[in-house]
């Protein structure tokens, strides 16, 4: 990663951080507790469409890191990866961390072991997006180093954090 997109990543991660506590905040100020289901429904919603993109975003590495730099194959995915990240996994992700962060107060008050295991795999999937937002910089930049077999890796772990967070939220293990 070079300096500035360094940098430009880290102000637009701020920017996330400070878009979702100040949504949050205005949920609470509308005072929506008589719509919880709803509220849960669009949550459930939009989780469907930032795992969708979580799912299908290494994918398209996998066959983008085999592809000739320059190809029309190769532009073609970048606008591919381009366009799955700015205009679904992105606004996606804002709006499950605000509803979810809502619900778990507005219903839980923010307790119970399945609430804290659920927001920690949350953060892990989180940071999984991080990681692959930087990718689909690198390579619209023709500058990713990584192998094919390296991607199809990266693939199973949304997956695997899926199964368990729907366990967590629907069972209520613990
Ligand atoms: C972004 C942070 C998230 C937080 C803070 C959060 C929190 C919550 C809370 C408190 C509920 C309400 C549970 C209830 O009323 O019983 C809920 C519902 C749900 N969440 Fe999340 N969630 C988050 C992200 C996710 C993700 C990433 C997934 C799936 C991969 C997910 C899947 C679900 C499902 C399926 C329900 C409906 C459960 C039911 O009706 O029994 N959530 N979430």
Same mark, same amino acid.
């Given at each position: ?27 609470? #100020? ?7 289901? #709803? ?74 072991? #399945? ?35 390296? #991607? ?23």
């Amino acid at each position: 990663m070079t300096k500035d997109s360094g940098r430009t990543a880290a102000i637009r991660a701020v920017a996330a951080l400070g878009l979702t506590a100040a949504l949050v905040g205005l949920l609470f #100020w509308l005072d929506l507790a008589a719509y919880y289901d #709803w509220i849960k429904a669009v949550h459930v919603i939009a989780v469907i469409a930032w795992m969708a993109g979580m799912l299908y975003l290494p994918r398209l590495f996998v066959y983008h890191a085999d592809a000739q730099i320059g190809s029309d194959k190769s532009e073609t995915f970048k606008v591919m990866e381009r366009r799955l990240l700015n205009a679904i996994i992105n606004p996606a992700m804002l709006v499950a961390w605000v509803l979810g962060l809502w619900l778990a107060w507005e219903g839980f008050g923010f307790s119970g072991g #399945w609430l804290h295991a659920k927001i920690a795999a949350v953060l892990v999937l989180s940071g999984i997006h991080g990681y692959l937002s930087g990718a689909t910089r690198k390579f619209a930049q023709d500058r990713n180093t990584k192998p094919a077999r390296h #991607w199809r890796i990266v693939n199973e772990v949304p997956t695997v954090l899926m199964i368990v967070i729907v366990v967590l939220v629907i069972v209520k293990p613990f």
